[in-house]
């Protein structure tokens, strides 16, 4: 082996005018949303570890340094080739998308430009120098949104489902601190950089660190732990033969979740506090539970209702806890899955696709140990209604949904629904609605606008679904309206008004009202991509006629819709719905549709859904 050359590098020194290549082989970006809030999360916790009120930006010199681990690099071909290290890169990459749209026109924000992307000998590149990303990155830096296409690849739909994760979980505490994280995080953030002089030695020294010597896992370090307090061979063995099972089925997704099941095990039943959410704020169970949960179970025996002479505790804790809890966390998993709409879990998956990542967590809260599947069940749909509701009425209402806002928020809600029973689980829901500021009826004032498009989408596409499920109208899909990813013709927002204000000036004063009018929920509808396009420029009576081919939703302004269609025309009767077609669609017709829109929104986010998903 030649030589080999390692430096500690800090995250500017890394990328200041730097350009990487990657092999063809290994060009997938992976990283999912656990990872990237993971993550945030490590970084956010190391910044305010330090952090006092009083600082200034001159006080981040004196904070201590902060690792990341190795990234492996190879010279060649007048290259510098990434050998181990891509996901945690590009991951760093698109933080620093983030904080560089955040600042103003300012010095450090072209400081922060300079690790992103460069200019060498006139050719303009980002540090990751990869061609088919380079579009999707340059509309996040640029504009902080890019609509996927359907021949992107999943590097690329990863970039921008990780950046959306990245703007969901963005605390305020670090927003309202950013010249100083943004400092940190270039000056304090290090890495190892390990330079080998070809290939074989770049990938003989990758395969010595990742196959030699591996760190036990705090999931690995936790079974350990309670193995070695059974006395019982013969249940030891036992103990541990479920325990290896269980990590099969976790491992056998899409990733690996025996670490985030752990976690979400032991906050949903046993945190008991959590960090107070001021700078400086020691850590308290919930959050030492995310950081290394198999040293906590060990300080917190009382706690777990282990020890204490009785050896068995620890046998019954895998046995009756860790084992059960695992089956359910996995139906949980399953309902999420973006590609797998289940209608009777149907809250699970919309919560999942507004990335509460809490939600495993949360649903865990209120099952026994002795509750039957019938209860579990119910107990569970409750809960991701209550949060479907909470969730909703926070969207149309313009308030953030990202964990760190909601984080300390919902651990009290676990606190509150732990292990109850399904009658008082159901009142202690329905009061928590109560106490809720926001209320659905904001739907009425909500636009489309770049950074609420994801959200526009989903309101009207529960909309839509909603008609065509309680019609039984033949392919009712939630998913096929909201998955960018997998769907040929993706949906799309489609504004009934066109953009030519000349064609409305018989209805608005000026442009600007026109303008506004048009972004509003009541003026827009879904259409597959493609329809949306060639629709643009058309005038409402020119387009109106094609709609009859569309969904449930986008049809109901035809007549076509009202005729020979007796479920839709009962479910409007039975609903006081004021559907109605709409030969022009003026003012008047848009205030109606407002109304309509409104309706529907207080059917789907009812509080009775919860008692209902109690009953059913």
Partial sequence: MTEINAFTK?????LDNKKYSIEFYQREYKWGKDQIVELLTDLEDKFFEEYEENHERSNVKKYPQYFLGSIILVDKNDQTFVIDGQQRLTSITLILIYIYRKFGNTEQKQNLLNLIYSDTYGEKNFNLNIEDRTECLEKLLNNGVYETKEDDND?????????????????NELNDVLPLFADWLKEKVFFVEIRAQNDQDAYNIFETMNDRGLSLTSSEMLKGYLLSKIQSEEKRNEANDKWKNVVIK???????????????LLRSRYARNIRERKRGAVKKDFDLIGTEFHKWVRDNETTLKLGNGNWESYYNFINDKYVKYSEIYLKILKDSDSSNFNKKHEAIFYNAHNYLTLQNTILLAPIKSEDTSEIIDKKIR???????????????NYKTIDRNTLEVNLFNLIKNIREQEIENLKNILTAELNKQSEKISAITKFKLSTQFKRKVRYLL??????????TNEAGADFGKYIRIKYEKR??????????????????????ENFNEHRQFLGALILVPRGENQSFGDKHYKEKVQFYGRGNLLTKSLTKLCYSNNPSFTSFIKDNNLPFKPYEDFNLESFNERTELYKKLAELIWSPSQIEKEMNN
């Fill in 10 to 14: 800090n995250v500017k020194t890394l």
């Fill in 155 to 171: 590097s690329v739909k990863n970039l921008v489902e990780r950046y959306e994760d990245i703007e969901n979980n963005f605390s």
């Fill in 250 to 264: 976790l491992k056998n997704e899409e990733k690996d979740h025996e670490e985030e099941f752990a976690k979400s």
């Fill in 382 to 396: 409750m809960v991701a209604r209550y949060l479907d509701i909470f969730l909703a009425r926070r969207i149309v």
């Fill in 461 to 470: 596409a529960r909309f839509t679904y909603f008609i065509e499920s309680e």
């Fill in 490 to 511: 993706p949906f799309e927002i489609e504004h009934i008004w066109s953009h030519k204000y000349e064609d409305y000036r018989n209805i608005f004063d000026n442009e």
